[in-house]
């Protein structure tokens, strides 16, 4: 079998260096995907400094890909795939089909799912594998350089508005209009939700109308919080900042729901009384199952939504990562691979 070449970190916040590894034959269920483009998302950026505790080194991050199949398994090729077919990989490789999450059809939440980054050598790389649930078929409509978000940032985003049934008369505020942000904006907007955008920053507030916003309000302003208490059905959080918690939630009309789809480290103080009078409540989620990707990537079709992004070769993933570290990312970066 051709070794897979990729870039890898071999220690904790290290720089990424070429590394070929021997990916074993073929498992029966699997897809081979030739690497064509892969979004950076802030996990990569986690994963690589080791934030959550569980990476495992040499590292190949990458979970927003965008290519060609190359390969199927024999069971695989069974599935509706085709040698030449254009797919993606999100944040998930594998999921069991067994337990009880995956047989009411929640692969994402399988006992034993299997990351794409975590364990698992990512896209970063010229190809990736996956089993063939998690190869998604990409509309033809939606353009490969900047579909790769979708599968990660866009469906953590879109997935609530299905889970949560988010009505299109709703009332949302989103917090952080990032790399994540941004999409919520533009999914709610063609939802039909009326959205107000709660940035730390002036200068994203034209930006955010741009996006899709309605309202754009500072989450620095305690007048903007007491203004809008108990205005928005849902808050959806998708940076990872500290807040003023209590603010926050009382930002939600009687009935309301502040959801965190950013990974907030620390932790969230609650008055339980502000929920119990208002029957309000606080939740969160991770990705979605295949079947919310297929509908995302129909709705981002019909809905011309696209997140936007800015292309670095793959051979200056360094140099990528460097700028996302730094916050200077608009609003997401896509590797193009480049390898010879």
Not at 22 to 40: F, M, N, R, S, T
Not at 139 to 168: D, E, K, R, Y
Not at 258 to 277: C, I, K, R, T, W
Request: hydrophobic fraction near 45%; aromatic fraction near 8%.
């Amino acid at each position: 079998m051709e070794k897979i070449r990729a870039w890898a970190a071999q220690s904790a916040g290290g720089q990424l260096v070429p590394f070929d590894y021997d990916p074993g034959a073929l498992d029966p269920e699997d897809v081979e995907i030739k690497v064509e483009y892969c979004g950076v998302c802030h996990s990569d950026l986690s994963m690589l400094d080791n934030e959550w505790g569980i990476t495992t080194y040499p590292f190949v991050p990458g979970h927003e890909a965008i290519g060609r199949v190359v390969g199927l398994g024999a069971i695989a090729q069974t599935k509706g795939l085709t040698l030449g077919q254009r797919v993606g990989v999100g944040w998930n490789v594998r999921s069991c089909q067994h337990c009880a999450a995956c047989l009411r059809g929640d692969f994402q939440l399988c006992e034993t799912v299997q990351a794409t980054i975590v364990g698992h050598h990512g896209a970063f790389a010229d190809r990736v594998r996956a089993h063939w649930v998690w190869s998604v078929p990409i509309p033809n409509a939606l353009a490969s350089g900047n579909a790769g978000p979708l599968l990660c940032g866009g469906i953590t985003v879109f997935a609530p508005l299905l889970q949560l049934h988010v009505p299109p008369t709703a009332r949302v505020a989103v917090f952080g209009i990032g790399g994540l942000g941004h999409m919520a904006l533009m999914f709610t907007k063609a939802w039909g939700c009326e959205v107000t955008a709660f940035t730390s920053s002036p200068s994203k507030v034209q930006e955010a109308m741009s996006f899709g916003a309605h309202h754009v309000a500072s989450s620095r302003s305690e007048a903007d919080m007491q203004r809008l208490a108990g205005s928005f059905d849902f808050v959806f959080i998708t940076a990872n900042a500290p807040l003023d918690w209590d603010a926050v939630i009382g930002l939600l009309a009687p009935g309301g729901r502040l959801h965190f789809l950013g990974a907030v480290l620390e932790p969230v103080p609650v008055q339980v009384m502000s929920l119990v009078m208002g029957q309000r409540a606080i939740s969160a989620s991770p990705t979605g199952s295949r079947a919310q990707i297929d509908t995302m990537l129909r709705f981002a079709t019909h809905h011309h939504v696209a997140p936007k992004v800015e292309h670095f070769p793959m051979s200056r993933v360094n140099e990528a990562m460097d700028h996302l570290r730094a916050g200077k990312a608009s609003y997401r970066i896509v590797l193009d691979a480049d390898f010879a």
